[in-house]
């Protein structure tokens, strides 16, 4: 009997799926990602899937090779797809898929099923990721499968289904949205959310930040303190990355930080609206960029910061498990070296403010900067060097139309 390993969540749509792989003549090996979802029932969820005939069932806690391996990576090249969402799904889909195969090869299975629909962009990452790490490996993707869809045209079907095989799930045949969380975000999409006409901002039911309105009447602080471009201390007290981004999320959050609502292009040509929250990783760039400001020298940040995008898209479109962006990592590893010191921030109201940076690798010259007499720059050197940045605009004049 040909196996496979699935992504599974104990929700609706994987409960269904692992269901049919069954009836489709599959052994089925559950494997649940831990990357920081709500506090569920563990236990439960492991005994619902063998009580639904699973051959095995496992949880993997992948949240601390998320946060040190897959998001302070992305953190680091400042990257933000269309320049303001900050990947928080896009990065943890390839984790999926490595963790998905280690076990596919743990069992001897020889294919990967995942419940990603066929309109949006997480099945362009699963199976990006796993076809990269196992180019051998069988992707079953049921919502590509017209079989499927034809059984499983909505949720009412999907609920009739599970009823009938007495599987368990808490599901409702409507939702104004659907969800999906992990340490880094909750993304919020679907629904009543499709109408981009909608105020999302003010239908959500956020979970992981107060609204700024409701936050805080003064202004909190907080010290991140970076080495090499990693955040790896608050208020000078060392944390792992998981622990960084647990606590940067409460103290982000109750002061109303890291809200968006953005219609952006997917990979597969249609555009979405999408409302995502991020606050602990929304603090955690703006402190990390203030601390590059005064670490970094000008050609270098610049050349980084013509590349982010191309990082951005590879990691919203997939493309993780690619030399390319193992080229561009091994890059940011070496332009982060300087990166080392501590930034104040302070939240209010849905707002970070740089309150404050040092870093024993500071480039700034108070000396130099300053408008006032003195110092070590001799204001006259200015003038040969414009005669010589001139030069071409000078020579490009006398030939030109004049334009005034």
Not at 40 to 47: G, H, P, S, V
Not at 99 to 116: I, K, P, S, T, Y
Request: aromatic share 8%; hydrophobic share 40%.
């Amino acid at each position: 009997m040909p196996s496979t390993v699935l992504a599974y969540s104990g929700g609706l749509d994987t409960s269904v799926i692992l269901g049919w792989l069954q009836d489709e003549g599959y052994d089925v090996h559950c494997v649940y990602v831990d990357l920081g979802q709500p506090c569920e029932d563990r236990d439960a969820i492991l005994k619902k899937a063998r009580d639904c005939g699973a051959a095995s069932a496992r949880i993997v806690d992948a949240r601390e090779e998320l946060c040190h391996d897959y998001a302070f990576p992305v953190l680091a090249w400042q990257a933000r797809y269309e320049n303001i969402y900050l990947l928080g799904t896009s990065i943890a889909r390839p984790l999926i898929s490595k963790v998905c195969l280690q076990v596919a090869r743990d069992v001897g299975a020889e294919a990967f099923a995942h419940g990603a629909t066929g309109k949006g962009n997480d099945q362009c990452r699963f199976q990006l990721a796993a076809e990269a790490l196992e180019p051998e490996i069988q992707i079953i993707a049921p919502w590509r499968d017209p079989k499927y869809r034809n059984l499983f045209p909505g949720r009412k079907e999907m609920i009739d289904y599970c009823a009938a095989r007495k599987i368990p799930v808490k599901a409702s045949i409507a939702k104004p949205y659907s969800s999906d969380e992990n340490c880094l975000h909750i993304s919020y999409e679907a629904g009543e959310l499709e109408d981009p006409a909608v105020d999302g901002i003010a239908m959500v039911d956020f979970g992981m930040t107060v609204s700024p309105q409701q936050a805080p009447d003064k202004v909190e602080e907080v010290t991140v303190g970076f080495e090499r471009g990693v955040p790896v201390t608050i208020h000078g007290q060392k944390r792992s990355a998981l622990g960084m981004v647990q606590e940067m999320n409460q103290i982000a959050g109750r002061n109303g930080v890291g809200r968006i609502d953005i219609v952006e292009n997917r990979f597969v040509g249609m555009k979405s609206r999408g409302v995502y929250e991020a606050p602990g990783m929304t603090a955690l760039y703006a402190a990390h960029q203030a601390m590059e400001q005064l670490t970094l020298d000008r050609d270098t940040v610049h050349l980084r910061d013509r590349l982010a995008p191309e990082v951005a898209e590879m990691v919203y479109y997939g493309f993780w498990f690619v030399p390319k962006l193992d080229a561009l990592m091994a890059f940011s590893r070496e332009v982060q070296k300087p990166v080392t010191g501590e930034v104040t921030l302070g939240l209010y109201k849905g707002n970070v403010l740089v309150r404050g940076r040092t870093s024993p690798n500071s480039l700034y010259d108070a000396a130099v900067a300053s408008m006032e007499g003195g110092g070590s720059y001799d204001q006259t050197d200015a003038e040969g060097f414009l005669r010589i940045q001139g030069l071409p605009s000078r020579v490009l004049g006398k030939v030109r139309p004049r334009k005034y």
